[in-house]
């Protein structure tokens, strides 16, 4: 491969790169939304079966237990992102 060659490969590869970094970027960014969904729904479920037990219960420790799992699941998922 000559020098122009490899020159408009290397200038081709450096347009390309902020291309797919942004169209990344956006993905990701849907992902992170998704995710906040889901853990809002997550959250207002287990709130949900926390206030039902909760009713039928006189307040046992493992029902606050239930919460504080839920939610450090949902911590260690917000981590793993």
């Known amino acids: 491969?000559?020098?122009?060659?490899?020159?408009?490969?290397?200038?081709?590869?450096?347009?390309?790169?902020?291309?797919?970094?942004?169209?990344?970027?956006?993905?990701?960014?849907?992902?992170?939304?998704?995710?906040?969904?889901?853990?809002?729904?997550?959250?207002?479920?287990?709130r949900a079966s926390s206030n039902s037990e909760a009713s039928e219960d006189d307040g046992g420790s493992e029902k606050g237990g239930k919460p504080q799992n839920d939610s450090s699941l949902s911590s260690m998922t917000t981590k793993q992102i």
Do not use: C
Not at 14 to 38: F, T
């Open 1 to 46: 491969m000559n020098f122009e060659e490899e020159f408009a490969s290397m200038k081709a590869t450096l347009e390309r790169i902020p291309e797919e970094s942004a169209k990344k970027d956006a993905h990701i960014k849907r992902q992170e939304e998704h995710i906040v969904k889901l853990l809002k729904k997550l959250d207002k479920g287990s």
